[in-house]
Every structure is written in C-alpha cells, then in structure tokens.
C-alpha cells in the first residue's frame, strides 16, 4: 500500500484560476520524494494539500490507505518544515520541539525525554534553553526538523527549507536530512526550485510545470531519458542543448540556417520531413579535429570558465551549441571549432507536443 | 536628515522646555496648595514654594471625601474596564485576522464605525440599555409576536429586565468595546506570519491554543501599552459612573469625588484641602504609567518579535 496516493488532483484557487491540473502520484512508504519545478508550478500548493493546509478542489489524496480530504492537519499524521522555519519566537528550543506533544497532552516528564531525544539525534542538546533569536540559521533549521521529528509522524513534508542557508551550509544540511532520513525511514516529500538538491535528495523525483506533472522517476532516469521538452531543458547544469529541425532525405538532421547533423544512432525515428526538437547534453559535444566524421563547425561566442572545465558556447550555421571541454587547449571568442555529438546520447522530442520520442534500437 | 546646528538646536530645547512647563505647571499649583495651610492658600499672590501642611490636608481629603471606599470602586472599575477592553479587543481582532467567514469585513467596518461613536455620543440609548440590558431581546421578542403567543399559550406575561443601574456590571460592561483596542491588536496580528499559524496548525493546535499558546505571549508588550491608556482614560472617566450611579454612597468612583472636594459657595475656601484630594486621586493613573512606561513605549512603537 502507497504511503501517500495522490489522484486526480486539482486545485483552483478561484474559480477561473486552475492551478494543479490533475496530478496523479503515488508515494511509497519510506521513500524520499522530491517535487522539483520552476518558481510558481505549484510546488508549494500540492505540498499544502497533502499537509491539509490547502483545501482540495478535486480528486482525492490518500495518506496510509486513508483518504484524508476532509480531515484537519493535525489528523493526517504529517509534520511539516517551513521555508522560513516558523519557530514560535517567544518558546525555547525545547519548547519549540516539545509544542506539538503539550498540544495532545503527552505528560511532561515523557515529553521531555522525546524533545531531548531528538534534540540529540541534530545536536541541538546543548541550545535547549536558548530562544530562537539567539541561534544560527542552520541551528535554526534542525529546529524545525526536530519539531517535526517529535512526534514520530508518518510523513515528514519540507517546503523549500534549505533556501535561506548560505551555500555551504546547504549542502551540510541536505547531507544531513539524506542520513536522518536513511535513519528514520520516514516517507518524506520535499519540494524545491533547486535541481542539485532534488537530484543529490531523491529516490523519485517529481518533475512540475505550471500545474501539471511533466514526469516521475528516478534522479537517473529523469536526468538520461527526460520525458520531455522541458524537462531536458530543467535538468542538468549547463542546460541540454536543444535544436529544433527537420530530417532531411538523408536522414542528416538540418537546423538552423541549414547545418546538418549525422544522427545515425536515430535509426528507427529519423523519417525524412519529420519535424522535431533534437537535445544533447554539453557533456556530450566534444571538440574534435576538423575531418573527425560527423564533426560540425562553428564560431566561439563566448567561453564559461569552470576551472576544472570550461563551458564553450558555440554557434554552429545559426544555431547555438553548447560543449564541455575538459582539455585545457584556450580558445578565444571569434575562434573557429569543430564540434562533435558523442553517439548513444541523442533525445528527440515532438515539436508540438514537447513529449519525448522513443527511439527503437 | 534634519540639519543641525547649534541655532537649530537650541530653539528645539527651548521648545521643549516651554513644553515642558505648560505641562509640569499645573502639577507643580496643585502640589503647592496641598502644602499650604488655609491662611497661606488664601493669599494673592499664591506662594510658589511648598509648606508643611501636605499630610494635614491629605488626611482632611481623604476623610471628608471618604476616599478609602471610592477607591477601591475606582480600582475595580478601572480594572475591570481595562481587563474587559484588553480581552475583547484581542478576541475580536483575533476573529478579524485569522479566520475566513463571509461577514469578517462587515464586522471589520462595525467595528471601524463605532470609532466614531464614542460614549459621549451614545450615552442615552446605552444609558436605556444599562437600565435593562435585556431590553433588546424583550424588543426582538414583542417584535416577532412571541411575546403575544406564549402569554396566549401559556398565560404568562414575559418581561425581561437585568437592571445594572447601581452596580459594578453597570458601570464597567458599557465601557469595555473597545475599536481603538481592536485596530491595535489587529494592526500586531497582521505582521504575525501566516507560516507561524501554519506550524501551529501542523503542531495540531487548536485556534484557541494558538490564541493562548502563541498570540498573547507574543502580543505582551502591545498589551500593557494598550492596558496603560485604558486605566488611565477609564480611571479618569467622570459622566458614565455619574450616570449609572444614583447611590453615590456604594458606588461612587474618586473621581466624581472631587465635586465633594470643592470648597462650597459660602463655606470655607479651603482649596488647600481640595489640592491635596486632587493629587490622591491622580496618584494611582501616574504610578501605573511610571510602572508601564518602557512596556508602553514599545508596544507602540517598536514590533519586537
Ligand atoms: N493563496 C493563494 N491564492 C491565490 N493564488 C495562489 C495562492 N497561493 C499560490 N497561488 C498561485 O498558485 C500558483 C502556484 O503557487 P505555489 O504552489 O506557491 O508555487 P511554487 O511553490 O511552485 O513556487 C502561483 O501562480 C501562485 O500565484
Ligand atoms: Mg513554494
């Protein structure tokens, strides 16, 4: 049985506006989840729905077998942290931690055991008696995580709560919500605009846009076959490379103004006058010599200095391409290079639909 | 920025030293009568150094005005008024700012409209009201003819009366509304985050926990300045008590005392005796605002959270 079963989904915040468009998820127990999508998808809002926060417009969620549309936030077994940590600024820390198990009258002497317990389990032992305004943000933030964590819930549910650390801070978080979770096994679902955490967090990721699901699966999966247009586009750090084209008789991709491009491993789906939208990965143009096969040229625009790589953009006969190249040769804006696609790695996606074209192989 | 200048600087202290005499001067007259002896206050001019009569005539005031009793009547009406404005102005702004019903801005404008109502305004028909305040469901109930139809039915005749004419109920209920308390306390629970009423409800509180749990602790400050104002605006109420008060004996408050106070038209001019009652009677509204003063100030000005 599914820890959380999402199914058909919707959510209108007025009647005109439709702004989850029916989303179908299923959650299973212990896993850890993650909605990823650009600012204003929705994250936020089925997150919400899922903690009772938000009323469902349509379709049902399920939490543990049991449909929990018309149930209060407190009876859905869920804990939440918030983006800004919402501490109650007046409570100690112990206090914080032990507000929820006051609320449904836990004694206090088996209270405090559990609020010490979990303060021990994120090192917060030591701040017990100070107020939220006398502590970091990161001594903040396991705050909020051990608030949630007190009440040994069924799901725990993060909105964004590693935006407002400093970088490095947040990457010593996400390290350490990936081994809490590994020591709990608490199904959780976390939501974030930030693709390096969802994809170093996830078991299954959620892919948003505007509304509606654009594909699940794992981080793997969703990086190496993105189901989609813009999921290919979302993913990955320099973005894919994406050129829209049209196969000519030869079955050689042309676009731009007129570059050609031997895809070979396309067999199966390269029908001559098909229209589509070819992705590559920057990882996968590589420079080569001017008479390698299947190599294109085209002028630097300009070069991204990574350090242990440098990022070349590229225009190739009007289109832009994109390369990672780890071979330290310099190369200055205006040079000439010759590109070549790596073969193995090419996507194709229908230009009118933006969905993923299986190849056959 | 403001310009500074030693000119600049030194018309804004003469300012604030006129200022400060036309507030402190009438202070200062009434300190001096109260220590002055019945020849001494009689003289023109009027000595503007103390003497040694202060405990003299207090004591004349505090017997002839019989200030024990009324003091505690004014205590318990300034408290009760206070304590009374404070509840209801934090349930009402509560109700206004957190929860979501179809009538909220119709309540939210009431309110607004009875700022421009005050007592003084309102006084007879609350004074009708104080004389029963169940006329308005005896109305309701003539109204809607029930009244007719269970003296039919039943042979009983309903009439309804709660009178708080003479009575502590009387004088404080009337005066415990408050919309300046209201605007107060809304104005604090806008800037409370709706991520913290969020984690409170994830915390499983119920609204009336967070209420008590999260928003009284948080609104401490703006409580006490709002209960400093009150006492001191409730203790110097004079018509209401004088309204509602027929027996003055029980129920009458220091401050309506003070007609007592007031030398007769041919009797002895002892307003030595008068100063000194007066400066009783604004003792206690002077403590509570040097006690209150630095909660006061910042729950006025600053948002401390
Ligand atoms: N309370 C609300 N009332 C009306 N519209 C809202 C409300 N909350 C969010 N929205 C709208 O719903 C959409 C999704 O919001 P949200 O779920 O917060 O996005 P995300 O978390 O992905 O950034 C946005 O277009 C936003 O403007
Ligand atoms: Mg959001």
């Known amino acids: ?361 | 920025m403001i310009e500074r200048s030693p000119l600049f600087n030194a018309i804004t202290y003469l300012a604030m030293l006129i200022g400060l005499v036309l507030v402190l001067l009438p202070f200062w007259v009434v300190f001096i009568g109260a220590t002055l002896s019945l020849p001494e206050v009689a003289r023109v001019p009027l000595q503007m150094w103390p003497s040694d009569q202060l405990f003299q005539n207090i004591s004349a005031a505090w017997i002839r005005a019989d200030l024990g009793p009324k003091m505690i009547n004014s205590l318990v009406v300034a408290v009760g008024v206070t304590v009374g404005k404070i509840v209801i102005a934090a349930l009402s702004a509560f109700s206004i700012v957190f929860f979501n019903y179809r009538a909220r801005m119709v309540f939210f404008w009431l309110i607004f409209i009875t700022l421009m109502l005050p007592l003084e305004v309102r006084i007879v028909p609350t004074y009708a009201i104080a004389a029963n305040a169940l006329s308005p469901v005896q109305a309701l109930l003539d109204v809607t003819g029930l009244t007719g139809l269970v003296q039919q039915l039943g042979g009983v005749q309903i009439a309804l009366n709660w009178n708080l004419l003479n009575s502590y109920e009387g004088m404080i209920l009337p005066l415990i509304a408050t919309a300046t308390g209201t605007f107060l306390y809304r104005q604090f629970f806008m800037t409370i985050p709706d991520e913290l009423v969020e984690a409170a409800k994830m915390d499983g509180s119920r609204p009336m926990q967070f209420f008590v749990d999260v928003l009284v602790p948080l609104s401490r400050t703006n409580m006490l300045a709002l209960a400093t104002i009150m006492f001191v605006s409730t203790w110097n109420q004079y018509l209401w008590p004088l309204l509602v008060t027929t027996d003055r004996e029980h129920f009458g408050t220091v401050v309506m005392q003070l007609k007592a106070l007031v030398p007769a038209q041919n009797g002895t001019p002892d307003w030595n005796v008068t100063m000194a009652g007066a400066l009783i009677i604004m003792l206690p509204p002077l403590l509570v605002v040097a006690v209150m003063q630095r909660w006061f100030v910042r729950g006025l000005i600053t948002k401390d959270k």
Do not use: W
Request: aromatic share 4%.
């Open chain 1, 1 to 361: 049985m599914a820890a959380i079963s999402i199914r058909g989904v919707k959510k209108r915040y007025n009647p005109k506006a439709l702004v989850i468009h029916g989303v179908d998820v299923e959650i299973e127990k212990g896993e850890f989840v993650v909605i990823l999508g650009p600012s204003g998808c929705g994250k936020s809002t089925l997150l919400r729905m899922i903690a009772g926060l938000e009323e469902i417009s349509e379709g049902e969620i399920a939490i543990a077998g049991r449909v929990v549309n018309d149930l209060e936030p407190r009876e859905r077994g869920c804990a939440m942290v918030f983006q800004n940590y919402a501490l109650y600024p007046h409570m100690t820390v112990r206090q914080n931690i032990g507000y929820s198990l006051k609320v449904s009258g836990v004694p206090k002497a088996e209270r405090d055991m559990r609020v010490v317990n979990v303060a021990r389990i994120v090192a917060l032992e030591p701040y017990l008696d100070r107020r939220p305004a006398e502590l970091s943000g990161g001594q903040r933030q396991r705050v909020a995580m051990a608030r949630a964590m007190v009440r040994s819930p069924e799901v725990f549910l993060f909105d964004e709560p590693l935006s407002n650390l400093d970088a490095k801070l947040r990457v010593a978080m996400r390290a350490e919500i990936r081994k809490l979770h590994r020591d709990l096994g608490v199904t959780s679902v976390f939501v974030t605009h930030d693709q390096n955490e969802a994809m170093t967090l996830a078991d299954k990721l959620i892919i948003m846009n505007a509304g509606r699901v654009e594909q699940i699966g794992p981080p793997a999966e969703v990086y190496h076959r993105p189901a989609s247009r813009f999921v290919a586009d979302f993913i990955g750090s320099p973005a894919m490379n994406l050129l829209e084209g049209q196969f000519d008789d030869h079955g050689q991709f042309v676009h731009g103004t007129g570059g050609r491009l031997v895809v070979e491993q396309l067999n199966g789906v390269r029908r001559p006058g098909l229209r589509a939208v070819l992705g590559v990965r920057p990882e996968d143009v590589r420079r080569t010599e001017p008479h390698a096969p299947g190599a294109v040229s085209g002028t630097v625009d300009y070069i991204e200095e990574l350090g242990s790589a440098r990022v070349i953009h590229a225009d190739v006969a009007g289109s832009r391409l994109v390369a990672v190249d780890a071979s330290g040769v310099s190369l200055a804006p205006g040079a000439q290079v010759h590109l070549s696609v790596a073969s193995g790695v090419l996507h194709l996606f229908s230009l009118e639909s933006g969905q993923r074209i299986e190849q056959t192989h």
